[in-house]
């Protein structure tokens, strides 16, 4: 079953599960797209924070990929946006648990770091470089917060049921195009994406990503994962990077080249994950002058204006 099955993500995991002959259950919040459009065998259409509604769209499910999310602190009030995704999460893991599912895999995200969303100033900083699971959460919005605890139901679900639940921190994802226009954002104003250190993940990787959660040999308890791309969007080198728009966070790592500041090698060796759709595409010239490192700007006020850009 595939919660949030209409949605950007959600469409690529279907993709992703029909290419391997899969059959799958979408479970989507509303008709809107139409059956015949989403390439599921079965589409539940109700509120995956109803568990009559998740318990009928279990039936005959073994695995369980769980998108369905309010997907920024903007797009309802806080209080909104924290009781949707936790109730969410809670009841189709609980659920999946009751009927023996055992393989369970949650969208996650970077913004559990808080950094993505912060209202304060100065702006928070990562306590080191490259991001890892042990990095300290500095949240302030309800969208993180809720993402630390799908995180912790997670975990709990897994102690409860025995399951495994893969917990996936994704970045920003996109197709060519929209990580296209990203990148051209990122470029004019490199500063926007300093929060999530310039990270993205093509939607086919994102996907592949979540359905290695329920097939990789290697999971087992409720691990947190980080996955995106190995390089950044930006063409000017990480270093270059950090040294104008990070310079105080202490490095733990050398970052040659576009190498993300994420650290992926839990992913790799827990799922066999590397991306295989790199952006830039072939063509690309990274001594365009107007694509590389600019001068640093003063933090950016709340609402981050990249909100509505982010996963799913």
Known sequence: MVTGAAGRLGTAVLAELADRGVPVTALVVEDGVGGGALQADRVVVGDARDPEVVADAL????AVIHLAALASPEVAPPEVVFATNTQATF??????????VRRTVVASSLSVTGLPFARSTPRPRPA??????????RI??????????????AAMMHRRYGMTAVALRLPFLGDADRLAAHASRLAADPALGASEVWSYLDLRDAARACVLGL???AVTGAPVLFVAAPDTLMAAPTADLLAVYLPDVPRRAEFPGRTVPIDLAPGRALLGFTARYPYPPAGFDPSDPDL??????????????????RHP
Request: zero cysteines; hydrophobic letters at 35%.
């Open 140 to 153: 302030e919005d309800p969208y993180a917060l809720s993402k630390q605890v799908d995180e912790a139901t």
């Open 215 to 217: 097939t990789a040999p």
């Open 59 to 62: 039936r005959g499910v073994d």
């Open 292 to 309: 590389l490192v600019g001068p640093p700007e003063a933090p950016r006020p709340y609402p981050n204006p990249l909100s509505q850009e």
């Open 91 to 100: 009841v189709v893991l609980n659920e999946a648990g009751r009927v023996g």
């Open 128 to 137: 080191y470089l490259p991001f890892d699971t042990a990095l300290p959460l």
